[in-house]
């Protein structure tokens, strides 16, 4: 079952563009690709999910390569209001991370000004 | 209202106390969890109903009872708890799909629990 590992910790500044690598070596077939922000104190968000290739949307953008054994999440031109844990997972339906939808230790991002 | 509503926000109750929390959802979701987040420790899956029927019970300890009443509400009993058992419990809720395919949840801003 596909199992994720992500930096514990990335430092940036406002306005740069922030790249978040999520490894995901075991990835099955069927499996997607799925990205949530969290604050403090409040419940992970949903931000991007996609398959393959390379998604978009008003937030962020997700770049998965052919072989899918990773992912890139990249948030552009960064704020003080993106200082938040970034979680990674992987899975189909029921099943993420080799588990029921369950949530590795994230991505602490530190936005400084 | 819109999304995923916990109720209450926060909550002390000593480890005698009978409380509950309570979850709804106005997303038309046939799936809806709870997690359990303690301080500086990743999410850790609860309990998920999948048209109001459990299907996973992750080891919970017995003094958490959930429910499951109908497709939009979510309860989590809580009784005889532990200081330990302190924690930010989120509810959240997704439309499974009903082959394979891709599940996005949608938490609620979650209940804050203090065991005295």
């Known amino acids: 079952l596909a199992k994720t590992t992500q930096p514990i910790s990335m430092d940036s500044y406002e306005g740069q563009e922030v790249n978040i690598t999520c490894s995901h070596n075991?990835?099955?077939?069927?499996?997607?690709i799925t990205w949530y922000q969290q604050f403090p104190s409040q419940g992970p968000r949903f931000i991007i999910q996609?398959?393959?290739t390379k998604v978009t949307n008003e937030v962020a953008s997700l770049f998965i390569p052919a072989d899918r054994k990773s992912s890139t999440l990249s948030l552009p031109r960064v704020s003080l209001s993106d200082t938040a844990v970034y979680y990674c997972?992987?899975?189909?339906?029921?099943?993420?991370?080799?588990?029921?939808?369950?949530f590795g230790g994230g991505t602490r991002v530190l936005v400084k000004p | 209202e819109t999304g995923v509503t916990q109720t209450p926000r926060h909550l002390v109750m000593g480890m005698t106390n009978k409380k509950s929390l309570k979850c709804e959802q106005h997303?038309?979701?046939?799936?809806m969890y709870w997690y359990k987040q303690s301080a500086k420790k990743p999410l850790e899956l609860m309990f998920v109903?999948?048209?109001?029927?459990?299907?996973e019970n992750n080891s919970v300890p017995s003094r958490f009872s959930p429910e499951c009443p109908n497709s939009s509400h979510l309860f989590l009993h809580l009784h005889t708890l532990q200081p330990e058992d302190s924690a930010l419990y989120l509810c959240?809720?997704?439309?499974?799909?009903?082959?394979?395919?891709?599940?996005?949840?949608?938490f609620g801003a979650g209940s804050r629990l203090t065991v005295l």
């Open positions: 959240a809720s997704s439309q499974v799909p009903t082959d394979s395919g891709a599940n996005v949840l949608t």
């Open positions: 075991n990835i099955a077939t069927n499996d997607y």
């Open positions: 996609g398959y393959k």
């Open positions: 997972l992987v899975g189909d339906g029921w099943k993420a991370a080799g588990n029921k939808l369950t």
């Open positions: 997303l038309g979701h046939n799936a």
């Open positions: 109903y999948s048209l109001e029927e459990r299907v």
